[in-house]
């Protein structure tokens, strides 16, 4: 998008703070919501706006700090802030580093998560349109305990911003909070931020001060007032975390619904910022789709499954599942109660069933594997039914090794495949088997020794056990020819 970035306009996001309300060895804008760092959300809005500069001011932790910016968007540049202390300090460093840069500064908290580009884009629009040097974002809201507060002047303009802990009590009781979101022309930080000092309450250089002085020097302030003020919410401590990520999930959940897809409960359904959801998909309740999911048209996911890294087929149905890292083809089934590790590959058609664990595996077009089952290191072909309880032993105590199974075979219940093994296209196991050679296509494997019935092992053994009594008179009547007496299989 080269073409279409905005040669004027730069993006100071402050993350230098410790965030000691979070009693945390993490710095704060690494905490995540909805699968991304509070520092990255930032990153992601400033990105919808183009800028042709990203600064990041960091102190606290600044290498971690660091090393997630540079993930979440390399072309943005790190700043250090010295210890000279406060917000006015932050963008004074950040500055610094753009000595030839005219346009506008648009200044964002990394800590400030739900400020989307939209909001942003409408924000400094305004800020050109109306010619003020400085321009903030602020909110009327019920408790404005915390915040800096707009102090107006007779004629309703912004007069300055005062902070809550110099405020007198009169100041303390306005209502209209500073969001911390503000875009300044260039020219008035460079003007301002050097005469400001740190002499108030908490020995700071306050940026909200800049406000004071650009009305000081006969230049305007004005004031964006947002009506959602749940976008301006900032985390300082863990409950806001956690309802500042639930604000953003029930955000994300009603974008799916919106495009279409069917969730039937909000309140229990997680949904990160980075999986996506195609028309006429249906999700169940209590269900997670995490970090870079995809669920394609007409599947069915849920309840009570997590989808971590996964690629979910059209129609395909997951109920009951824990998966990460897993591809489900087309018209798939899987679960309940199914545990689907990294390099599972279910092709169309295929079930993986209840209580069984996957994990580096393919299972072929239409094969099934459908109770109670670890299937680890495996090739399945197309068409292959795995009796109940099959095992690939994959693990010799030194090593992996594979198991190959190719197109159409049947096992038997209760199998172990002991790796590295193969079976060939077509063949048949018989139950219990312990597959420890190659069966050859076309074969049927038993490694189970013939069964031997010792007759009247029990009445023998067991005499004056219940197990005796009716073996003995189940025996008497056969001999009496009263009754058949049929084995079960
Ligand atoms: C700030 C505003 C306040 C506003 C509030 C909104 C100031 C002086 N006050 O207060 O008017 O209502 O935000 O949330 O700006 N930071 C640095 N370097 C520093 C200090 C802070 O980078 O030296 C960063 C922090 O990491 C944080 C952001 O700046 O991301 C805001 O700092 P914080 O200390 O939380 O400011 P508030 O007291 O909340
Ligand atoms: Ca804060």
Redesign the pocket.
């Known amino acids: 998008m080269a073409d279409n970035i905005d040669q004027s306009l730069a993006v100071v996001i402050?993350?230098?703070?410790?965030?000691t309300r979070m009693k945390s060895s993490l710095p704060?804008?690494l905490h995540r919501i909805g699968g991304r760092s509070l520092v990255g959300h930032v990153l992601a809005s400033a990105a919808g706006l183009d800028p042709a500069h990203t600064l990041v001011?960091?102190?606290?932790e600044r290498d971690l700090v660091a090393a997630e910016v540079a993930v979440a968007d390399p072309a943005a540049v790190v700043v250090d802030?010295d210890e000279v202390?406060?917000?006015?300090?932050?963008v004074e460093v950040a500055l610094d580093r753009l000595p030839d840069f005219a346009g506008d500064v648009l200044v964002l908290?990394?800590?400030?998560p739900l400020l989307d580009a939209a909001t942003l884009t409408q924000l400094v629009a305004g800020h050109r349109a109306s010619g003020a040097a400085v321009t903030l974002m602020t909110a009327v809201v019920a408790d404005p305990n915390?915040?800096?507060r707009v102090i107006r002047g007779a004629d309703g303009s912004v007069d300055r911003?005062v902070?809550q802990k110099d405020a007198t009590d009169d100041e303390a009781a306005v209502g209209e909070?500073?969001?911390?979101v503000y875009v300044f022309r260039a020219q008035a930080l460079r003007t301002h931020l050097p005469r400001i000092g740190t002499d108030n309450a908490?020995a700071?250089?306050?940026?909200?001060d800049v406000a004071g002085l650009v009305r000081r020097a006969g230049d305007r302030v004005a004031a964006s007032v947002v009506d959602d003020v749940t976008v301006?919410y900032?985390v300082?401590d863990r409950a806001q975390l956690s309802g500042v990520g639930r604000l953003l999930n029930a955000r994300t959940v009603r974008r799916w619904q919106l495009e279409g897809a069917t969730i039937i409960d909000p309140a229990t359904t997680w949904i990160d910022v980075t999986a996506t959801l195609a028309p006429d998909v249906t999700v169940l309740p209590n269900t997670h789709i995490l970090r870079a999911t995809a669920i394609a048209e007409g599947a069915v996911v849920g309840p009570d499954t997590s989808l971590v890294d996964c690629e979910v087929g059209e129609r395909a149905t997951v109920r009951r599942t824990d998966a990460t890292l897993a591809v489900i083809g087309a018209d798939a089934t899987v679960g309940p109660f199914s545990y689907l590790r990294p390099g599972t590959y279910l092709a169309e058609g295929g079930k993986i069933g209840t209580f069984v664990e996957t994990k580096n595996s393919t299972i072929g077009a239409g094969s099934k594997v459908p109770h109670l089952s670890y299937i680890g290191d495996t090739t399945i072909g197309t068409g292959v039914n795995l009796g109940a309880g099959a095992i690939t032993a994959n693990y010799d105590d030194l090593t992996k090794h594979r198991t190959e199974i190719g197109d159409e075979v049947h096992t038997g219940s209760h199998n172990v495949f002991v790796a590295p093994v193969r079976i060939g296209d077509g063949a048949k196991t018989g139950a219990g088997a312990v597959i420890r050679k190659d069966v050859p296509a076309g074969a049927l494997a038993l490694s189970v020794a013939p069964q031997r019935n010792v007759e009247g092992w029990v009445e023998k053994n067991r005499s004056g056990t219940r197990a005796a009594d009716v073996a003995a008179h189940a025996r008497s009547a056969q001999k009496a020819g009263d009754g058949p007496q049929g084995q079960e299989g």
């Open positions: 402050l993350a230098a703070g410790q965030g704060k804008v001011v960091v102190r606290h802030q202390p406060g917000t006015g300090r932050a908290s990394g800590d400030v915390g915040y800096g911003i902070e909070i500073n969001a911390g908490q700071e250089k306050y940026l909200t301006t900032g300082n």
